[in-house]
């Protein structure tokens, strides 16, 4: 399955996100982060169960802060 890109998230900042993953090797585990645990939360979406609903919204506040800081780092590196 494939999870939410961050070409998505940030699509005037592809060339920005490509250059400061290169140059940035915790930038890059951010990135890395958010594309794994977008996937498990897609998956958990098509599952049933209450228990699936949770983890899911876990997951997602994890996102929303990896996508925030992200958005930190791009506008740090006057790239945003």
């Known amino acids: ?3 939410i890109v961050l ?6 900042q592809q060339a920005a996100i490509a250059d400061l993953r290169r140059e940035d ?14 996937d498990e939360y897609l998956a958990l979406n ?9 983890i899911a919204c876990d997951i997602r506040e994890t ?3 990896l996508r925030d ?3 930190q ?4 590196a006057g790239k945003m």
């Open 1 to 3: 399955m494939k999870g």
């Open 25 to 38: 090797i915790i930038f890059d585990e951010i990135c890395r982060d958010y594309l794994l645990l977008s």
């Open 69 to 71: 800081e992200i958005a």
């Open 7 to 12: 070409d998505t998230l940030f699509p005037d």
């Open 73 to 76: 780092s791009l506008r740090r």
């Open 46 to 54: 098509t599952e049933s169960g209450s228990q699936s609903l949770n």
């Open 63 to 65: 996102l929303d802060g």
